[in-house]
């Protein structure tokens, strides 16, 4: 190294803009690219797209333009190489400038002990970065052993964390507790909220076992499955027999399902047959205090003796048969209610609930998996049935007894009304338990039984009634009137239509309906009355009939349901009205002595010739003239057993009309031979002899 203390500057190399090196690099540079030919826009692209913002010489150039705060413009873009290029001399301009300061300080060369000053301080400090290096590689080397074997116990720790939290997981959800357990199995524990969500947990664990069973590995999801079954199973056990006692310490007076049992009941119902169980262990208990409380309430008095003064026995009380009935069949319909009541709030409101439980155990069920789908249809649960078919069970056993008692009383009740009184209230009472329970209720076909048996009775009473009184059929009364057995027969069926008319009739049509009544009670005597009739004589017969028939319908018309068969004997009784005014019409003619020469002037009539007897009409003026002042007197006392007088007027008046007609013919015919025969005298024609006219017979029959 020269002593010159400007050797430092005389050998930097000059970066003037000017200076013939840097234009010959750029000269030679531009030569070369020219010389290749190459295109300057494709270069920049080229150039551009070569560039990557990971270069870190390239965000700092990046970085110091930003710090300009240069605008992108084209006059900007023009000056940035000059513009740089500037900068770079005038920091190297700097640097010597500082050198020639260091030179100027010393004129014994101070420079260069300074810059040996510099320089050993400089070895020190890389001696001193060396050992510090080697010390730092010789720590690493020896720390490393020890960094590797912590970072991987650091990731056995991590995995076993997260083992340790899966496993957590897994005993949380697929594991049940000891007090779950305790809750779930032991008898020992109440059926609370707890049980019920421990027997939640276990149904989803297996449930969610399946999952386990899709891995390759089933051993786990087998023994997880097989424990959490057994556990579901002494869950189900232990409510079942919880269910039990508990319908036994119900208030079975008045039971009142509260919402522990619904709520036990509706998870019961996953199990079919245990929860089918239960309903037929209710029931049974229910048959039997609903027996001995109608016991009781007969007698007064518990099966086992002990008396219960709180009650009026029936058998004391009523001492009728129609009340005693009512009173017994009144209990069992109280009883049906209150039943009813009691077991809606479960089948009604957790109907639903019920349902899909009972179908959701079903469907478990491995017998149901070859069932047919019909049968499956058939087993869907109907809360509403169901309903009908416990209450109906409850009640099966109280019903016996109601049976025995009612068939005691049918049987030895011996009068007609009170029997068919009895049939009716058992009707209503059909009719009632038909609504409560539907028409398949076994309650429903016993009283429809009892209903039958009574009338049965009540038919085979009026038989009886009938062939007893069947000697009274051949007597009739002097007045022909209704007969007595015909009135009695017709108070009876007053009464019996007024039952009926009180009643609530099944059938639409009630007149249908109360047809076989008419055709046991009445039509029978009616029936008498026409044989008696029979063996009268015509007109006497007819009378006696129309009485019978007339007083029938008036019986009848009291009531809307008998309009029909009223109408009926109206129409009969106009029937023999006719001929009493055949026979009213035959006493005109022959009491008034005409009838012969009526009768010859229809036959002379008919044959378009004939002519009038003066002698035959003198002897038949002179019986007219002898009949005309009582005739209508004598009419009317033909038929004065007709009880309706109107009627009798009516028939006599329709008689005599005829008889008025066919003497205005008479008396047309006298005109017409009067009018013929010209030669004639007054003193000698037909009017001399048979002086009376059309109209004087009618004022006379009038």
Same mark, same amino acid.
């Given at each position: ?26 000269? *030679? ?61 005038? *920091?190297? =301009? ?59 116990? !650091? ?44 027997? *939640? ?34 869950? @189900? ?26 709520? #036990? ?15 037929? @262990? ?26 219960? +003064? ?23 319909? &109280? ?10 709030? !479960?089948?009604? #409101? ?11 155990? +079903? ?17 869907? @649960? ?36 009170? &029997?068919?009184? !009895?049939a009716n209230l058992i009707n209503f009472y059909r009719i009632t338990f038909q609504k409560? !329970? ?56 007053? #009464? ?8 609530? =009739? ?32 015509? +007109?006497?017969? &007819? ?22 068969? &009223? ?27 005409l009838d012969a020469i009526f009768n010859m002037l229809q036959a002379d009539g008919d ?96």
């Amino acid at each position: 190294m020269s002593s010159d203390p400007s050797w430092s500057v005389r050998n930097l190399p000059s970066r003037d803009a000017s200076s013939p090196g840097l234009l010959s690099v750029e000269n *030679s540079s531009a030569s070369s690219s020219a010389s290749k030919g190459v295109n300057p826009l494709t270069s920049k692209v080229t150039s551009v797209l070569s560039t990557t913002h990971s270069d870190t010489e390239f965000r700092d150039a990046l970085a110091l333009l930003d710090q300009r705060g240069i605008q992108n413009d084209a006059e900007t873009r023009r000056r940035l190489r000059l513009d740089l290029q500037k900068e770079v001399i005038d *920091s190297n =301009a700097e640097v010597i400038t500082e050198f020639g300061r260091v030179a100027e300080r010393d004129p014994y060369q101070p420079s260069l002990q300074q810059l040996r000053r510099i320089k050993t301080t400089l070895d020190k400090l890389n001696s001193g970065y060396e050992d510090t290096k080697s010390q730092v590689v010789a720590a690493h080397n020896q720390t490393s052993p020890a960094l590797s074997e912590t970072a991987s116990l !650091l990731e056995q720790r991590r995995q076993v964390e997260v083992k340790q939290e899966l496993l957590g997981a897994f005993k949380k959800h697929f594991i049940m507790s000891e007090n779950e357990m305790a809750a779930l199995t032991m008898i020992a524990e109440p059926v609370d909220d707890q049980f019920f969500d421990s027997l *939640s947990k276990a149904k989803k664990i297996s449930k969610d076992c399946e999952i386990l069973l899709g891995f390759e590995k089933q051993t786990l999801g087998l023994e997880l499955m097989e424990q959490t079954s057994k556990n579901i199973n002494l869950g @189900f056990q232990k409510l079942y027999k919880w269910i039990q006692r508990e319908f036994k310490t119900l208030n079975l007076e008045n039971p009142q399902m509260n919402s522990s049992i619904r709520r #036990a009941l509706r998870v019961l119902a996953e199990r079919p047959s245990l929860f089918q169980n239960c309903l037929d @262990f209710f029931a049974e208990a229910r048959e039997r205090i609903l027996s001995d409380s109608f016991y009781v309430a007969l007698t007064g008095s518990s099966p086992s003796g002990a008396e219960d +003064r709180s009650v009026k026995p029936i058998d004391m009380t009523a001492h009728d048969p129609l009340r005693y009935v009512g009173d017994m069949l009144a209990w069992i319909h &109280s009883s049906t209610v209150s039943e009813r009541e009691a077991l809606e709030i !479960l089948f009604v #409101a957790e109907g639903e609930e019920l349902a899909k439980g009972l179908k959701s155990g +079903r469907d478990a069920e491995i017998w149901r998996l070859v069932a047919d789908d019909d049968d499956e249809a058939e087993a869907d @649960f109907n809360a509403l049935k169901a309903l009908h078919d416990l209450v109906d069970r409850d009640i099966s056993g109280a019903a016996r007894v109601l049976r025995q008692r009612v068939e005691q009383v049918i049987q030895a009740n011996e009068d007609i009304i009170p &029997s068919y009184k !009895l049939a009716n209230l058992i009707n209503f009472y059909r009719i009632t338990f038909q609504k409560a !329970l539907g028409p398949e209720s076994n309650l429903v076909e016993l009283v429809e039984s009892l209903e039958k048996e009574a009338l049965r009775q009540f038919r085979a009473l009026v038989r009886d009634h009938i062939a007893t009184i069947q000697g009274e059929f051949q007597h009739t009364s002097s007045d022909l009137g209704p007969p007595l057995f015909l009135q009695d027969s017709l108070k009876q069926l007053n #009464a019996i239509s007024k039952t009926y008319d009180s009643s609530l =009739a099944a059938s639409e049509d009630r007149e249908t309906e109360f047809e076989n009544v008419l055709a046991e009670a009445f039509e029978p005597f009616m029936a008498g009355c026409e044989n008696m009739a029979k063996s009268m004589e015509k +007109r006497n017969g &007819s009378i006696f009939l129309i009485n019978c028939m007339l007083s029938a319908a008036r019986s009848l018309e009291l009531f809307e349901f008998t309009q029909t068969r &009223s109408k009926r004997l109206r129409d009969k009784a106009a029937e023999e009205a006719k001929r009493l005014i055949a026979s009213q019409y035959s006493f005109f003619r022959q009491g008034s002595g005409l009838d012969a020469i009526f009768n010859m002037l229809q036959a002379d009539g008919d044959k378009g010739e004939g002519s009038l007897d003066r002698e035959v009409l003198s002897q038949a003026s002179h019986i007219l003239d002898d009949f005309l002042p009582s005739a209508l007197m004598d009419a009317m006392e033909n038929l004065k057993h007709l009880q309706d007088s109107k009627l009798a007027r009516e028939i006599t008046e329709e008689a005599a009309e005829q008889f008025c007609d066919d003497f205005e013919q008479l008396e047309e015919e006298i005109i017409e031979e009067e009018e013929g025969s010209v030669d004639s005298d007054d003193d000698e024609g037909l009017r001399s002899v048979f002086p009376r006219t059309t109209a004087e017979i009618r004022v006379l029959l009038s």
